[in-house]
């Protein structure tokens, strides 16, 4: 099993930048799909962003469009999540997940997440 551990939240005014990383250990993630997702206090969490082994093909949620890029280092085993222009509806716990069961929207390994809080 993958096991993740996600870094580089922080506080940030709202219009400045943060770069997440997620770190994997126990085996190589260079086939598979990574994803990043966020948990606001009192909402469920969402999908954010998510990203193909390859790194050719990404998505991204209708709300970070244009502001969030993923990508990833397969040599380094890392996932990234650049957040610029960010906004006080940012503001969420973030986490990394991989592993995902074929033709479903389940993921089999979690990171702890790291707390993004964004000032207005």
């Known amino acids: 099993q993958v096991q993740l551990v996600e870094s580089g939240g922080g506080l940030v005014q709202a219009g400045g930048s943060l770069r997440l990383s997620c770190a994997a250990s126990?085996?190589?993630?260079?086939?598979?799909?990574m994803g990043w997702f966020r948990q606001a206090p009192g909402k469920e969490r969402e999908f954010v962003a998510g990203?193909?082994?390859?790194?050719?093909?990404?998505s991204y949620a209708d709300s970070v469009k244009g502001r969030f890029t993923i990508s990833r280092l397969n040599a380094k085993n890392t996932v990234y999540l650049q957040m610029n222009s960010l906004k006080p509806e940012d503001t969420a716990v973030y986490y990394c997940?991989?592993?995902?069961?074929?033709?479903?929207?389940?993921?089999?390994?979690w990171g702890q997440g790291t707390q993004v809080t964004v000032s207005s």
């Open positions: 990203i193909s082994g390859s790194g050719v093909s990404t």
């Open positions: 997940a991989t592993d995902k069961v074929p033709g479903t929207t389940t993921f089999r390994s």
């Open positions: 126990g085996r190589t993630i260079s086939t598979l799909y």
